[in-house]
C-alpha cells in the first residue's frame, strides 16, 4: 500500500510517499520559514499564500521522487488539524480534488498523531537510506508518547494504534512556544529552539536558578512561569527591574549573558518534560518509548532522555521531527489498515482547533 501524505498546518508545503507504513519512498518540504523571520514568528497570511503556490509542484516532486503515477496511489492523507486556518485549507482543497479527480480514497489526519507516527518509519527506498537515519524497529505497544512542539507539550500512553490515552498536556505555553518567547527577550534568531541550542551551547546551563512549575495534575505541564522567571533574570543582570520593557533586553545582554540565560533555560525545559516522562515510564512500564513534535530535534532532549530512562530509545531522523508529509502519509496508511474511517472529499472541513 503507497499514501500520499499531505502536510500544510503551518509554514511548511509538505508532501511524501510511505509504503506499507514503515517505508520512506519520498519526502518533499518547501518551507517558507525565511519570509517570517524578519516578524518573529509565523504570519498566518503569508504561509498561506506560500502554500499555494507550492502545494502542486511539491506533490508532484513526491511523486516523481517516489517513481510513482497516481496509478500506483492507494490513498491520499491530508493534515485537517490542528494548525493555522488558512495554511490548513489549501492541503485539505486539495486533497478533495486530487481524491475526487484520481478516485483515492481520503483521510483526514490528526497533525499531532502525524508526529508520533513519525517513529513507525524504518526503511527508504536505495535513494533515500543514505539520507535518512531511522530507527532499526518500530515502537512496540504499550507506547509512551512524548509529543512536544511550538503548539503542544503532551505525555500520551498509547496500547494500540489508536487506542491511547492522554495522561498530561501544558496548561498554558508550549514548550517549543517558550523557546521561541526566550529567544525573543534575549534578541536569538527565530526560531527559538535551534537558536537557543546553538548559544546554549557557549554556556553555563547551571549559572543561576529557575523554577519548574508544580502541577496539581502529576503529569501536566506549565512553561508560563518559568518563562517569566527569564525575564526577570535577564532584567536582574543589566541591573534593571521588572519595569524594563522586554524588547530593551537584547541590546543591553552581553553575549556571554544570553549563553548562560540560553542554556540555563534550556536545561531546566527540558528536564520539566523528561522528569515527568520518567514518572510515566515508572508507572505504567511502557514497552517502547517515541519522541515527537519539532522539540523533538532537540539534542539536549535526546541526551537526557538517553541518560535518564531506564529503557533504551531510538529517535526518528531529525528531518521527520519538523512538520513533513512522510508523518501524515505513514499515519493515513495505518487509518486504512487498521479500520479508520474514510473521509468524504466532497465535505471533509479543516479542525485548526483539534487535540487529541
Known sequence: MKILGIETSCDETAAAVVEDGVRLLSNVVASSMDLHTQYGGVVPEIAARSHIEAILPVIQQALDDAHCTWDDIDGIAVTYGAGLGGSLLIGVLTARTLAIVYNKPLYAANHVMGHVFANFITATSPALSTIYHLPTTAPTFPMLAIIVSGGHSQLALFRSYFEYTLLGQTQDDAIGEAFDKVAKITGLPYPGGPSIAKAAAEGNDHAFELPKAKMAEKYDFS????????????????????????KD???????????????????????????????????????SVVIAGGVAASGELRRQLTERLPLPIEFPDLKLCTDNGAMIATLGCYMATEGQSVADPYTVDIAPNLSM
Not at 226 to 245: S, W
Not at 256 to 276: G, L
Open 223 to 246: 512553561f508560563s512561569g518559568l518563562k517569566t522567571a527569564v525575564l526577570r533574570q535577564a532584567q536582574a543582570m543589566v541591573g534593571a527591574d521588572y519595569t524594563l520593557p522586554s
Open 249 to 287: 533586553l537584547p541590546g543591553r545582554l552581553s553575549d556571554a549573558q544570553k549563553a548562560d540565560i540560553a542554556a540555563t533555560f534550556q536545561r531546566v525545559a527540558i528536564e520539566t518534560i523528561v522528569d515527568k516522562a520518567l514518572l510515566a515510564v515508572e508507572e505504567f512500564s511502557p514497552a
